[in-house]
């Protein structure tokens, strides 16, 4: 996984959404009184379809990249000055 990628939040957002689409109000709920860490890699969301598709799905996949520099900097100072 490629790090401060936003990969949680996206992760977390879909497992929410796939809850609400199939009108799961346990996992809303659950997922609702969690961080955002936690409720997107939690074994929950590994049980509720992804409204993303599935690895096996034909879609084309992309990755946008940053300046390595910039990254770099950006993940300096989230660690150290935080």
């Known amino acids: 996984m490629i790090s401060k990628n936003g990969h949680s939040v996206i992760q977390y957002v879909s497992c929410l ?3 609400v689409q199939s009108g799961n109000l346990e996992v809303q709920n659950w997922l609702l ?3 955002t860490y936690i ?3 939690s074994p ?3 049980g509720i379809r992804s409204i993303w598709g ?3 799905d034909a879609y084309e996949k992309f990755v946008f990249l940053r300046d390595p ?3 770099f900097v ?3 100072l989230f660690v150290c000055h935080r």
């Open 17 to 19: 959404l796939a809850a």
């Open 54 to 56: 599935r690895d096996e």
């Open 33 to 35: 009184s969690q961080s």
């Open 74 to 76: 950006s993940g300096w």
């Open 39 to 41: 409720g997107a890699f």
């Open 44 to 46: 929950a969301c590994r």
């Open 69 to 71: 520099l910039d990254r």
